[in-house]
């Protein structure tokens, strides 16, 4: 047998179905998608998923909790594995991970009580149970929790000038309370039953302190009208 004598199996090969080619052809006008609705427009289809409108069973279902964008993942290292650090040596993330106890230095890590410590470790770690401090201390050692990591880096910053505005409503509400009970004014304020300092200083027809000028001065002299009889007689 040659390979120009090879033939595919009998029903193997399956030409596709025309469509749309008259309706003689039992596949024409609408070529076999129904007249109307979803499926018969291009496109159109149903999900998996779809219930037909119906409430789906990804909505049916209860909930319960919630899950944090950026949760607080301790690597977590046992007493037990502190033996493989020397002993007397210092143990912090960077140790840690040289000994192949934690993947990335840079995270927080955590100290659990699991296991017992024979020798004085000082430790430096995000955090640690109360046990494992128990534990090291016990054995002479020291337990040192770094400050910026674990919950406190979790916690939200203060925006800036917040301090500021907490002092300056202090301020006013101090300044408020001072002036209700009759006590002396902030700089720059007047009691409500004080008087104008001009309105003290300067009583009438003395001289204003700040001008040197009096009122007298001011004004312009005003004439009789018995004065100005004689002349206007004259002039009629």
Known sequence: MSL???????????????????????????????????????????????EGGQMPLQ??????????????????????????????????????AERGLIRDPGKPVKVLGDGDVREAYAVKVSAASKSAVRKIEAAGG?????????????????????????????????????????GEPAAGKRAPDEKPAAAVENPAGGENPETGDSPAEKSPEKKSPAADGPERQDQG
Do not use: M
């Open 4 to 50: 120009s004598q090879l033939r595919y199996a009998k029903g193997s090969i399956r030409h596709r179905r025309r469509l749309g080619a008259g309706t003689g052809s039992g596949r024409g006008g609408t070529c076999g998608r129904g007249t109307k609705g979803q499926k018969s427009r291009s496109g159109g289809k149903a999900h998996p998923w779809f």
């Open 59 to 96: 909505r049916r279902l209860p909930k319960r909790g919630f899950k944090k964008r950026n949760p607080l993942v301790y690597q977590v290292v046992n007493l037990k594995d502190l033996e493989r650090v020397d002993p007397g040596s210092v143990v912090d993330a960077a140790a840690l």
């Open 142 to 182: 020291s337990v040192e929790i770094s400050a910026g990591e674990g919950r406190s880096a979790g916690k939200a910053k203060p925006r800036a000038g917040g301090e500021a505005d907490k002092k300056t409503a202090s301020a006013v509400e101090k300044d408020r309370g001072s002036a209700e009970k009759g």
